[in-house]
C-alpha cells in the first residue's frame, strides 16, 4: 500500500465536473442546467450543523419536511426522483461521480487467469440494460478504468467490450470451453467435467448491485455458462477479497481521486498481497514499469500520456471490467437555502457549497443544515478515516492549495508555489509563498512555521494518513514568515499535489507538545478554515459558525458603519430646566450584526452614549433628552448629524391650576356618590 | 440458618453462575464471527497491512483464544471494558454517554406498556368473551407482532410528516432550544414518537399474560368462595384474583425493565435516537468487538439482576414459593 491515506476517504470531496442546475429532469438523459457563479468568498451562511440521521428514509422524510437543508450522499434513489421534483420547494441536482463500478474478476484463478476467457465474459454484460433497468437512466455506460469524471485524466479514445454473446461463444469455442455433452454448459477443456458455477460476490446491503449480478447470470446461461449472484456481508466479502483472495468475480466500487493513486494501488504487483489493493490479482511487468514511471515523472503532460496509455493497456487486459458510471442525484431547500455548488463525487454536499450557501433571498447569512447517515469519529485531521470526518475537518481545516469546482488547482493558503526539479539527483523543491493574512481560529496569524511544522510532524510520527504524502520530504525550510521550502526525494510531478492539496495544516502553538497525534482528540479543534468549530453534541449535530475573519470571507459582509438619519429636536424652543428629546434614526446597511456606540454631543461636548446592536438591515430610533439650565441657543451633533434648540428664561408664571386636586375631587365625589347610591338602593 | 436465608444464597449463587456462562458465551460468540475486526480499518484502506498487525497486537487480537479469555476476564473484573475500534475512547464512555437517552426512552416506554398492558388484561379478562375482550385481544396480538421498525417508520410518515406533528430525528432540533425548559420540552417532543412505537409494540405482552393468568386464577376454587361469600365483584378481582394474577406478571416486569439498558436497536435506528440499542447496530455494522462485547456485559448483568430481584420479589410476593423448593 504505497498510497493509503486519504485517498478513497477524499473521494467525495475532491472530485468536480461540470456544474449544472436543473430546470427538468428527463431520465436516460444527461440533465440540462447551467453554471452557477462562484468567486470563492465566503462563507456566507452565519451558522453550519451536520445532523446526524441516520437512516435514508428518516432524511429523505426530514428533508422533505424542511427540518435539513440539503440530501447529500448516498443522494436521491433514481426511483423518487420524479416525487421529489414535484415539490417547487425542492432543486434536485445531478453530478458525475468518479466512482468507478468494474465487475472485478479474480486473475489468479483458473479459468479467469485467461485472457481471452475475460473478455468473454465481458461481451455477455448489457452494460446499456442495466444503465436503463438499474439506474433508471441516471448513469451511463462506462469505457475505462479512470472515469470521465477525472476530467482530463480520462482517455476518450477506450472502447470497451460491446454486448455480443455471438462473440463470447465464439472466443469461449476457441478456448475449447465447448459443451461437449450437450447438457447447455460447455465443459472444462482439461478435465471434461461442467464448468463450475462461477458466483459474483456482492455486498449484500445494495440491491441494485445484487441485480445487476442475476442479470448477468440471465446473460451468462445463453452462452453456457453458470453465474449466479452472491450476496455477502460486507466484512466476509473483505475477508474473501482482500485476505485470502478467494473469489471468482465481485463487484464493488472504487471511488477515488486523483486518478494515478487509483492505477498504482490497483494494478501494481506490489499490491498483490494479503491486505494489498490489488484485488484482480493483475500481474504485469509492463504495468508495473509503467506504474513506476508515472509516479516519478516531473511533467504533468508525461504523466497524462501514461495515464492515457494505461488506460487502453488495460481495457486490453481487462483484470475488470468498466460497468457503468453513476450519476448523483442531490437535492436540495431551494424555498430556504440558495447558492449550492455541485462537485463530482459529492455532488452538492461539499466545502465550496457550505462556503457559499446561505439563506434565499439575502445575500448572506441564515443557518444551513446538512445530515450525515454516519456520524464523523474524529475531528482530528490526524486522525481522519473516512469521508465524514473529513466533510467536517474539510470546513474547519485549511489546505494550502485546494481544488477547485473544475478540479484545476486554486491557490488557497498558498498564494503562489513553484517546482524545481533536480533530475540529475533525483530531487525537487517545492517552494510555496503564502497568504499574510490567514489567521488561526484563536486569532494567531498563520506563518510558515506552522506548514514547516505540519509537514515534518505528519512525517515524523508517521500519521498513516499522510505518512506516503510525506515520506519523501527531507527536509522543510522557512526562510521567512510567508514563504515555506519543501526538500524531496522525488522528481515526481503530483509532489504539489501531495503537499499542497493533501495535507490539513496544523496550528504549530498548539500541536506541538501533542505526542500521540493518533490517540489526541482536541477537545475544541482550531483551525484556519472558513468555519469555527463551536459544539459537538455527540449522535446529535456538529455546530460550525462562519469564520468572520477568514481570509476568504466577502469584504461587503464585514461590518459598515451605522447611517444615521433624520435628526428630529422636539421641542426646539423650551424654558430653562424643561427636557428636550433628541431622536435620530439608526440603520445597519451592511451584510454583519454590528455594535457601535452613538453619543450625544451638546455645544461640542460628549453628554450621553448609547451602545446600540442592530442586525443587517435593521433600523430603530434612538433618542436622547437632556435639560438645561441656562437661556442659549444650543448645538447638538449626532455623529455627523447637526441640529440646534433654543433654552429661554421661565416667563413669571401664572398660578398653577391644581390639576390633581381637580380630579381627585372630582374621584372623591364620584366614590361618594357610588356609596350613597348604594346604601338608598339596599334601604330599599 | 433461616429459610429465607437460604434461598437468598442459593439465588445469589445461580444469578454469579449465569453471569459467569453469559460473559464466556459473550466472549466467544464474538470470536466466531467471520472477519476480523482489523480487516474493517485496513478494508477502509487506511491501514498499511504493517500497521494492521501492531494494532492486532495492540488490542491482544494475536494471541491464542484462552489467553485473550483470560485478559478479557481480568479486564472486566478490574471495571475495564475495551476500548472501542472505532470510537478510539473507552467502551464504558462510549456506552454512558448514550446511557441516559436509552434509559429515559424505553423507562418510560415499558413504564407505560406495563400500565396499559396490565390494565387491558385485566379489563379483558374480566370481560372474558364479550366484545371488548375480542378488541383487546386483537389490538394487542396485532401490535404485538408487527415489525417495530415498520410501526416506525409509519409514525415518522403519519405523525413525523403528513401531519408535521412531530420532528422526524434526533433528540434535540437543530438549532437546539437556547433555555433549559426548552430544551426539556424539545427533548419529549422528539421522544414522544419512539416512546409511543415502543409502548404499542410492548404493551401486548403484559395484556396476554395479565389475562391469561387471571383467567386461570378467576377458575379456582378461592374465587368460587369468595364471590359465595357475598364479596363485591370488585372486590373479588382485585384482592383475590389479580394479586394472585400479579406473579407471573411481575416477572416479565422485571425482565424487561432489565432490558432497559439494552435500547431498542431497531426502533433508535428508525429515529436516529442517540442510544444503546443504535449504539450496538454501528458497533456491528463496524465490528467494534470492545463496544458489543462491553454493550453486552452491561446488558447481561443489568438483566441478570433484574431477574435476581424478580425471583426474590417472587418469594416475597408468594411465599410458596421460597419454601418449596428449598424445604430440608
Redesign the interface.
Known amino acids: ?1 504505497s498510497k ?6 477524499i473521494v467525495m470531496l475532491l472530485l468536480t465536473l461540470i456544474p449544472l442546475t436543473v430546470a427538468s429532469v428527463n431520465a436516460g438523459n444527461y440533465l440540462a442546467g447551467q453554471a452557477v457563479e462562484f468567486d470563492y468568498k465566503g462563507p456566507k451562511c452565519d ?1 453550519l ?1 451536520f ?5 435514508q ?3 429523505m ?2 428533508f ?2 424542511g ?1 435539513i437543508d440539503v440530501l447529500g450522499w448516498p443522494g436521491v434513489p433514481p426511483a423518487q426522483v420524479a416525487e421529489i421534483m414535484a415539490d417547487p420547494n425542492i432543486h434536485v441536482v445531478t453530478t458525475e461521480v468518479a466512482e468507478y463500478y468494474p465487475l472485478v474478476f479474480n486473475c489468479r484463478k483458473y479459468p479467469f487467469n485467461i485472457t481471452d476467457f475475460r473478455r468473454a465474459i465481458a461481451h455477455i454484460v448489457d452494460r446499456e440494460k442495466i444503465v436503463e433497468i438499474l439506474l433508471l437512466g441516471y448513469g451511463r455506460v462506462s469505457t475505462s478504468c479512470i472515469p470521465k469524471a477525472h476530467g482530463m485524466w480520462h482517455n476518450p479514445n477506450v472502447t470497451g467490450y460491446e454486448y455480443n454473446t455471438t462473440k463470447a461463444a465464439e472466443i469461449l469455442d476457441k478456448l475449447g470451453f465447448v459443451d461437449t455433452d450437450g447438457d447447455g454448459i460447455r465443459n472444462d477443456p482439461r478435465t471434461g467435467e461442467n464448468l463450475p458455477e462461477f458466483t459474483i460476490m456482492i455486498p449484500s446491503y445494495d440491491p441494485i448491485r445484487i441485480r445487476m449480478a442475476q442479470l448477468i447470470g440471465g446473460w451468462a446461461s445463453e452462452v453456457g455458462l453458470r453465474i449466479k449472484a452472491a450476496p455477502t ?4 466479502m ?2 474473501k477479497i ?2 485470502q483472495h478467494d473469489f471468482d468475480m465481485c463487484c464493488w466500487t472504487y471511488g477515488w481521486y486523483p486518478p494515478w493513486d487509483c492505477i498504482s494501488l490497483l494494478y501494481h504487483s506490489s499490491q498483490d ?5 490489488n484485488d484482480p490479482g493483475i500481474r504485469n511487468a509492463s504495468w508495473d514499469a509503467l506504474i513506476d514511471e508515472m509516479l516519478v515523472t516531473p511533467d504533468m503532460e508525461e504523466l497524462k500520456r501514461l495515464i492515457w496509455t494505461f488506460q487502453e493497456w488495460h481495457m486490453q487486459l481487462i483484470p475488470d471490467f468498466p460497468l457503468f458510471e453513476r450519476l448523483m442525484i442531490d437535492a436540495y431547500r431551494a424555498d430556504k437555502t440558495e447558492g449550492w455548488l455541485p462537485m463530482i463525487g459529492t455532488g452538492i454536499v461539499n466545502t465550496w457549497s457550505f462556503i457559499n450557501a446561505h439563506a434565499k433571498g439575502q445575500k448572506f447569512g441564515g ?1 444551513i ?1 446538512v445530515p450525515v447517515l ?1 456520524e464523523p ?2 475531528l482530528s485531521p490526524c ?1 481522519v ?2 469521508g465524514w470526518d473529513t466533510t467536517v475537518i474539510d470546513c474547519i481545516y485549511d489546505t494550502l492549495i485546494r481544488l477547485d469546482l473544475q478540479l484545476n488547482y486554486i491557490p488557497w493558503i498558498a498564494k503562489s508555489w513553484d517546482a524545481q526539479i533536480f533530475e540529475e539527483n533525483n530531487t525537487q523543491i517545492l517552494t510555496f509563498y503564502l497568504n499574510e493574512n490567514v489567521t488561526w481560529h484563536d486569532g494567531t496569524p498563520l506563518t510558515a512555521e506552522d506548514v514547516k511544522f505540519t509537514i515534518e510532524y505528519y512525517r515524523d510520527y508517521q500519521v ?2 499522510y505518512e506516503p504524502y510525506v515520506s519523501s520530504v527531507y527536509k522543510v525550510e522557512a526562510p521567512d514568515d510567508y514563504t515555506v521550502k519543501v526538500y524531496l526525494n522525488t522528481t515526481s510531478a503530483i509532489s504539489i499535489h501531495n503537499i499542497g492539496v493533501m495535507l490539513y495544516i496544523l496550528p504549530k502553538h498548539l500541536w506541538e507538545n501533542v505526542t500521540d497525534p493518533l ?1 489526541f ?1 482536541p477537545e475544541h479543534p482550531i483551525g484556519s478554515g472558513p468555519f469555527k468549530f463551536v459544539e459537538w ?5 456538529i ?1 460550525l459558525v462562519c469564520n468572520e475573519d477568514y481570509f476568504k470571507f466577502p469584504p461587503e459582509r464585514k461590518a459598515v458603519p451605522f447611517e444615521l438619519s433624520n435628526l428630529e429636536i422636539y421641542p426646539s424652543k423650551v424654558h430653562v430646566g424643561e427636557v428636550v428629546s433628541i431622536k435620530v434614526t439608526v440603520k445597519n446597511q451592511g451584510y454583519a450584526t454590528v455594535t457601535q456606540t452613538i453619543s450625544l454631543k451638546v455645544n461640542g461636548v460628549v453628554e450621553d452614549e448609547k451602545a446600540i446592536t442592530l442586525n443587517p438591515g435593521q433600523s430603530i430610533d434612538v433618542t436622547f433628552t437632556t435639560s438645561k439650565d441656562v437661556a442659549g441657543t444650543y448645538n447638538v451633533e449626532i455623529d455627523g448629524l447637526t441640529g440646534t434648540f433654543t433654552v429661554e428664561e421661565k416667563p413669571e408664571a401664572p398660578p398653577a391650576y391644581p390639576m390633581e386636586l381637580a380630579v381627585g375631587g372630582a374621584v372623591a365625589i364620584v366614590i361618594v356618590a357610588a356609596i350613597a347610591f348604594y346604601f338608598i338602593t339596599k334601604r330599599r | 440458618m433461616s429459610e429465607f436465608r437460604r434461598f437468598l444464597i442459593q439465588r445469589t449463587i445461580y444469578a454469579i453462575i449465569t453471569l459467569i456462562i453469559t460473559i464466556t458465551i459473550n466472549f466467544f460468540i464474538f470470536r466466531v464471527m ?3 475486526p482489523v ?11 504493517s ?2 498487525e501492531e494494532v492486532r497486537t495492540r488490542f491482544g487480537l494475536n494471541l491464542p483464544l484462552w489467553q485473550q479469555y483470560i485478559l478479557y476476564v481480568k479486564n472486566l473484573l478490574s471495571g475495564y471494558l475495551g476500548y472501542s475500534f ?3 475512547e473507552p467502551v464504558l464512555n462510549v456506552i454512558m ?2 446511557l441516559p ?1 436509552t434509559i429515559i426512552l424505553l423507562g418510560f416506554s415499558t413504564v407505560l406498556s406495563v400500565i396499559i398492558g396490565v390494565f387491558l388484561g385485566v379489563i379483558s379478562a374480566w370481560r372474558r368473551g364479550s366484545k371488548i375482550d375480542v378488541a383487546i385481544l386483537t389490538s394487542s396480538l396485532m401490535f404485538y407482532s408487527v415489525p417495530v421498525f415498520w410501526i416506525g ?1 409509519l409514525f ?2 403519519v405523525f ?2 403528513y401531519l ?1 406533528m412531530f ?6 432540533s ?3 432550544p437556547q433555555d433549559y425548559f426548552g430544551r426539556v420540552f424539545d427533548f419529549l417532543h422528539h421522544m414522544t414518537l419512539p416512546a409511543l412505537t415502543l409502548t404499542l409494540i410492548s404493551y401486548g405482552e403484559f395484556t396476554l399474560l395479565m389475562r391469561n393468568t387471571l383467567l386461570d386464577v378467576l377458575t379456582q376454587d378461592y374465587i368460587v368462595t369468595a364471590r359465595a361469600k357475598g364479596l363485591r365483584e370488585r372486590t373479588v378481582l382485585v384482592r383475590h384474583g389479580m394479586r394472585n394474577a400479579l406473579l407471573p406478571t411481575v416477572t416479565a416486569i422485571a425482565i424487561s425493565l432489565g432490558f432497559i439498558v439494552s435500547g431498542a436497536t431497531l426502533t433508535e ?4 435516537w ?1 442510544g444503546v440499542g ?1 449504539l450496538i447496530f ?1 458497533a456491528m455494522m463496524m ?1 467494534d468487538y470492545p463496544v458489543l462485547q462491553g454493550a453486552f456485559v452491561i446488558i447481561s448483568i443489568s438483566v441478570i439482576i433484574a431477574n435476581y430481584i424478580a425471583d426474590l420479589l417472587y418469594g416475597f410476593l408468594d411465599p410458596r414459593i421460597k419454601y418449596a423448593g428449598y424445604k430440608g
Open positions: 500500500m493509503g491515506g486519504v485517498i478513497s476517504t451558522e450543523y445532523v446526524v440521521i441516520t437512516t428514509e428518516a432524511q422524510l426530514s422533505k419536511k427540518e456481508e460486507h466484512g466476509t473483505i475477508d482482500v485476505v498481497v494479503p491486505w494489498g489493493w443557518i443544515r454516519k469519529k474524529t486522525k478515516t473516512s498513516p494518513t490517540e482528540e453534541y455527540k449522535g446529535e449535530y455546530k | 467471520p472477519g476480523d480487516s474493517m480499518l485496513v478494508a477502509e484502506r487506511v491501514l498499511k497491512p500497521v494492521a472505532h470510537w478510539k454517554e448514550r437517552n417508520m415518522l410518515l413525523g410528516y408535521g420532528p422526524i430525528a434526533g433528540t434535540i437543530r438549532p437546539p435506528t428508525v429515529f436516529s442517540n443504535r454501528d465490528r
